[in-house]
Each structure stands twice: as C-alpha cells, then as structure tokens.
C-alpha cells in the first residue's frame, strides 16, 4: 500500500483484532505453561521418594564442588566437536561427490563410498569408539595418539556417513538443467559442482545439516568410553568421589546449554526457509 493513501477504517479494525488476538494468544499460552509447570512440580515434590532422589541428584554443594572439574572436562569436549564438525563437512563432502559421480568407470569409488556409508550408518558410534579408539592403535601403523584425537576420528567417520547422504540428496534435488547450463557455459565437471550444484545444495539441507550438528554436540560426550576426562568423565570421577549423582546432572545442563543456541537457530533458520518457499501461497 502506498504511503500517501490513507488507511481504510476497516483495515484499522483488522489490524486492532490482529494485535488483540496475539496478545490474548500470548496470555493464554503463558498462563497454561504455568499451571502446567506448578502441576508437574506439585506432583514430583510429593512424590514419596523425593526427598532422596533431590538429595542423590540436585544437591547444590556437590554441584558448586564438581563445577571446576566438570567445566573443565566440557572445554574438552568444545574442542573434539571444533575439529570433528571440520572433518565430517570435508570427509562428507568427498563422499556425497564420489555417490553422484556418473559413468562405468567410476563404479568401484561409488560402491566403496556406499559399502562406507552403509557400514558407518549400521554401526552404533559406541563401538566404533571402541573399535578406533583401541583396535587402530593396537595395529602400530601410527604415532602414538591421545584417546582424545581417536575419539575425534571415530565422530567424523561415524556421522560423514550421515551427513553425506544428507548433502547427496541435496545434490540430486539440483535440476539437471542447473548442470547442463553450466556445461554449455563451459565449466568442466569439478567446476559445475564447486560454483553451480554444491551451493544450491547446501542451502536446501541447511536445517538437515544444523540438526546433525546438534545431535553431533550430544554424542560428543560417549568419548569419555575412552578414558578422555571430558564433562561425563569429570562427573562420573566426582560422582565416585562423593557417592552422589548431581555431578551427572551437571554436566547434563551444560551440554544442553551448549546446544540450546544452535536448537534455536535451526528453528529460526527452518521457520525463515519455509516462509520464503510458501511466499505468496496459501497453505
């Protein structure tokens, strides 16, 4: 509507019910958030054993005694996800190309590449920990290794598996016309893909991508398997040290905060994607 045209009364009512059903909407869904909450808590606290389990698991001295160890032991594990999110995008990104390469003769990369992803995505990540973290160094083909940098190859094998599929079905979703346009322009192969598919890809699976990130952030702490005295290893030391399992608990919230920004921005970021895709539609 132009700026110089002045509002109709009835797009002045609209726009007053607008403001007032978002607000009766707010206050309705606050109010039955918190008569839940109370409810849930009401139904907890007088629970017969509650008592023991707030005593075994939310006690606040044994939480500001294990905090120094535990966050400690999380910084560890900020930096296994640092390296093994840069090692599943790069490994990933090999594969998902290696499945969409077209011909007969590259038959034997293709198969190895989806014998990998079939094998990875089979296998629990617990047993592939056990199986980098302690089998591969049993071989001595390497240097010596930190349980820590095993445990970081065991991530990135595991979910490039997951995560090269997901960007394979973004490849594929690219019109064939955006690769037979590049090639008529006289882009080679390597090229069509770097500058004309991956791009489009990558911004279809954006949101697939973000949520393997945040089930990557939970898993990072199954390193501790190893010996690696992340956060769930710090807690498991502090809960042997005082027979009490607020430690657990803690390190239970850190890793929730540490994902809960990246929880939000996936939303967000699904929200935006399926707005502009639905412009100008009625759904």
Same mark, same amino acid.
């Given at each position: 509507m132009p700026a110089n045209l002045p509002i109709s009364d009835v797009e002045i009512g609209r726009r007053a019910y607008r403001r007032t059903q978002n607000v009766r909407s707010v206050l309705v869904s606050l109010v039955s958030t918190i008569v839940f909450a109370v409810?849930?808590?009401?139904?907890?606290?007088n629970t017969p054993g509650w008592e023991r389990v707030q005593r075994s698991f939310f006690d606040l001295e044994t939480a500001i005694a294990a905090w120094p160890r535990v966050i400690a032991g999380l910084w560890v594990n900020i930096q296994v996800l640092f390296f093994a999110v840069i090692g599943v995008l790069v490994l990933s990104v090999i594969i998902a190309t290696i499945r969409t390469l077209r011909g007969p003769i590259?038959?034997?990369?293709?198969?190895?590449?989806?014998?990998? @992803?079939?094998?990875?995505?089979?296998?629990?990540?617990i047993i592939v920990l056990f199986l980098i973290g302690f089998g591969v160094p049993g071989l001595e083909l390497f240097p010596r290794q930190s349980a820590q940098f095993w445990g970081t190859i065991a991530l990135i094998l595991t979910y490039s598996a997951y995560v090269s599929e997901v960007f394979r079905a973004g490849i594929e979703a690219v019109h064939p016309s955006q690769r037979l346009a590049a090639r008529s322009l006289g882009l080679s192969h390597g090229q069509t893909m770097r500058i004309v598919v991956l791009p489009q890809a990558v911004r279809k699976v954006t949101p697939a991508l973000m949520n393997d990130f945040v089930a990557m952030q939970k898993d990072v702490?199954?390193?501790?398997?190893?010996?690696?005295?992340?956060?769930?290893?710090?807690?498991?030391?502090? @809960?042997?040290?005082?027979f009490n399992f607020t430690p657990y608990v803690l390190a239970g919230l850190l890793f929730v905060l540490l994902a809960l920004p990246m929880i939000r921005l996936t939303d967000w970021y699904t929200a935006r994607l399926r707005a502009r895709e639905q412009m100008g539609s009625i759904v």
């Open positions: 409810v849930i808590w009401l139904t907890v606290v590259w038959f034997p990369l293709r198969a190895l590449a989806a014998a990998y @992803t079939d094998l990875f995505r089979g296998l629990p990540l702490g199954l390193i501790s398997v190893l010996g690696v005295v992340d956060a769930v290893r710090a807690a498991q030391i502090e @809960t042997a040290a005082n």
